[in-house]
């Protein structure tokens, strides 16, 4: 029961700390929010390996989930304040990229460093916190200095080099230049008022609660479904992850090439959706078999996730709304972390046929809703392209002096 709130109580301080820290970035800029947040976490992660009770785990884990709750969001919204919306989607596989790497590499790293056990008589658990937490200490400080806030204000590009990359983003339609960067309660409103924002949010989070299935079961369901020894397992749960990071970056390429999301999102899912009838089906067919099915699994589990991150950044306008909604999107994503060990119980291995279901109901629901809103946007973007003068007019009238994606000069991205 306590290892179970251990892992629930990080992502219960994520989510509660999402919103408030997109604000906090907003106010004292990227640069120095993401600079302190790396710094104290690097540091929480240290002082973990010198808890010896269920209490300090407890407030450790809370703690850390929510120094780390604004990293996620607020490097989403970074992006939309340097790269136009067609780039958004590839620039989010890159970052994405890292997580899936982590998962691929992250048991491998973990199992070296305990063999560090009993050097200068600290266990190996301990040494995985300290050498896992001390990295972010100084690459906080690097990005304190080296991080840029806007493209206007950094010291590393030239005044033509400013010009030219700011002038892009302003006759970039919907981008975060066309606004004014101020904060607007008006905005935050929008987002607790816009439906597309909770179509998002389903998207996301029904896509994370699958994908985290994933990052944590995967080395378990190889090792017992599999029977591979726990080191083979853990080496085994690499290539998947490695194939779904070509996989996700081909796509998102793709994606930002075309300027499209709802497509690519159905192809991926369509994979995912497969991947998962085939670990369903196949557990009398042998390791092989359900190996190859695990791959095409994460495939289409990983890669539509940046596609879900680019396309609410691209068709959320201004910046205020962008940065609160961003974080609305992701703090409920964290929902997935709470609910994955009901989803995936200890009791129902080596297959966990029960858990490959619901994550399936979720593929197929996500696809439905990717269809239905990629009608809906079109629709919407006809409409605005016929309006008349009087009907234009009015329109901007009632964006007020503080325009979002409801201006009427907006263009979602389909």
Known sequence: MESSWAVSIYFIGFMVLEIPSNFLMRII?????????????????????????????????????????????????????????????????????????????????????SLLDHLAKLQGWQWIFIVEGAPSIPLGIVTYFFLGDLPETVQWLTNTEKEILTNRLREDPGSSFNYESIFSWQ????????????????????????????????????????KFSNANAQLMSAPPHVISCVSTLLISFSAGRFNERGWHMSLTLLIGIIGYILLITLTKYGSTALYIATCIT????????????????????????RAVATAFIIGFGNISGIVVGHIYRKQEAPFFIRGHLISLGFMCSILMVSLILKLLLSNENRRRDNLAREEYEQEVRQCGAEPSDSHPDFRYTT
């Open 29 to 113: 800029g990227p640069s120095k929010f993401l600079s302190i947040i790396m710094i104290v976490w690097g540091i929480i992660m240290i002082s973990m390996a010198f808890i010896h009770n269920a209490t300090g785990l407890l407030i450790t884990r809370f703690l850390l989930g929510a120094a780390q709750a604004g990293f996620f969001p607020g490097i989403i919204f970074y992006f939309s304040l340097w790269y136009i919306r067609k780039q958004h989607s590839f620039r989010m596989a890159i970052f994405y990229c890292g997580v899936l790497l982590s998962g691929a590499f992250g048991g491998i790293l973990a199992y070296a460093i």
């Open 298 to 321: 994460c495939v289409g589990t990983y890669s539509p996730i940046p596609l879900i991150m680019s396309w609410f950044t691209n068709n959320i306008g201004g910046h205020t709304k």
């Open 187 to 226: 905005q935050v409103r929008f987002v607790f008022t816009d439906w597309k924002i909770y179509l998002y949010m389903f998207m996301y989070v029904g896509n994370s609660i699958a994908a985290h299935c994933l990052i944590i079961y995967l080395p378990t369901l190889i090792n017992n479904g599999m």
